[in-house]
C-alpha cells in the first residue's frame, strides 16, 4: 500500500510561485497514475492536475492551465506541482492522489491513495 506526503505549502503574495512535492512510500511510483486536487473552506474537492502512468501525458483544469505544471519523478519516487502566477482563489489544502486502476487522469472516486494535504494561503 503506497503512502503520500505532500510538503511545500506556505503564505505566497499575489503573483508567486509554489512548488509542492508529493513523496510516495510502500510502493513503486510507476505503478501510479498521480494528481492533485485541492478543497477550499466550505467547498469540494476539485481537480487540479493529472499525469499518466506511462507517458507522463498531462491534464489541467481549466482554472490552472498554463499557471501550474504537474511533473514526476520516478527514479525518487516524487510528484511535483509548480504553481506560479498564484492567486487569491487558488488557497485551499492541496492534495495528492495515487491510483492503480487508470492510467491517466481518473474521477476523483479512481484514486485509491490520498495524503493528509498541503495548505496553500495566496494573500492580495
Known amino acids: 500500500q503506497v503512502q503520500l506526503v505532500e510538503s511545500g505549502g506556505g503564505l505566497v503574495q499575489t503573483g508567486g510561485s509554489l512548488r509542492l512535492s508529493c513523496a510516495t512510500s510502500g510502493g513503486t511510483l510507476g505503478r501510479y497514475a498521480m494528481a492533485w486536487f485541492r478543497q477550499a473552506p466550505g467547498k469540494d474537492r476539485e481537480f487540479v492536475a493529472a499525469?499518466?502512468?506511462?507517458?507522463?501525458?498531462?491534464f489541467y483544469a481549466g482554472s490552472v492551465k498554463d499557471r501550474f505544471t504537474i511533473s514526476r519523478e520516478n527514479a525518487k519516487n516524487t510528484v511535483y506541482l509548480q504553481m506560479n502566477s498564484l492567486k487569491p482563489e487558488d488557497t485551499a489544502v492541496y492534495y495528492c492522489?495515487?491510483?492503480?486502476?487508470?492510467?491517466?487522469?481518473?474521477?476523483?472516486?479512481?484514486?485509491?491513495?490520498w495524503g493528509q494535504g498541503t495548505q496553500v494561503t495566496v494573500s492580495i
Open positions: 492522489a495515487a491510483t492503480s486502476k487508470f492510467n491517466s487522469a481518473a474521477p476523483r472516486t479512481g484514486y485509491d491513495y
Open positions: 499525469i499518466s502512468r506511462l507517458t507522463a501525458t498531462t
